[in-house]
């Protein structure tokens, strides 16, 4: 194999990397000189591209507002979403926009118990969200969350509920069985007339279980109403912020 002659002045070295850079064709790359017409030595960083200031990447992105969207909308955790909302008021257009959180919450609330009888009156994704991750911290089953739930008989798969009349009678209604009477302990145990007290668990799926020792009550998971459960399996079809945002 014939070997390239090195040109007066220049080191095989600095002919090497002159002949594998033009090979490359790395247009992006700084040109390869001799160091006795650089002055300074060849090295792995003289061939490296040169930096493009922070100021101009960041004026790029700032007058492009689908490509800012695109970069907003590749985050994938509410925390940073809420630090992009409050960098001005176009990014918060982005940040709170219902086609980025309806994808948040179909990642998140897969395989999870959703209480969409408190969600669905919210105005936005971002709002239902938010009040689902609150909910799911409460550990301890009320008089008011117990009245929204069917639960699951371990006995029949039979529905239970659980519910307070006008009297102010704390009754169960079953599809088996006369009402009977129920009530909290001291302890926050649940009470259903004379037999043992049960348990009360949040499970991490957000579900609700009550247990004794010889039975248990599983919540069953609430429906979607029609529209927010459109929207979940196509998040795509929510309007893009951006046409708001020119229009601003």
Known sequence: ???????????????????????????????????????????????????????????????????????????????????????????????????????????????????????????????????????ARVKTLTTEEIQTLVFIFSLNGMSVRFRCLPTGEQVVLTDWSPLLRWGWNQDGTLQVEHYPRHTCERQDNWSWRTFNEHVHLQSRAEEPPENLGAQLEAPHSLPHPAATVRMM
């Open 1 to 135: 194999m014939a070997q390239s002659k090195a040109a007066p002045g220049t080191s095989w070295m600095t002919t090497a990397l002159t002949a594998l850079t033009k090979q490359l064709r790395l247009s992006d790359c700084k040109e390869v000189v001799p160091p006795s017409i650089s002055g300074r030595p060849i090295t792995p960083a003289t061939l490296r591209p040169a930096p493009v200031p922070p100021c101009a990447a960041l004026e790029c992105v700032l007058e492009d507002a689908d490509l800012l969207f695109s970069i907003i909308l590749a985050l994938d955790d509410a925390r940073s979403l809420a630090v992009c909302a409050r960098v001005c008021r176009e990014w918060r257009l982005y940040a709170e926009a219902d086609c980025i959180w309806v994808r948040l919450c179909r990642e998140r609330w897969q395989g999870k118990h959703v209480p969409w009888s408190k969600l669905a009156g919210l105005a936005s994704w971002r709002m239902r969200y938010c009040e689902a991750e609150r909910l």
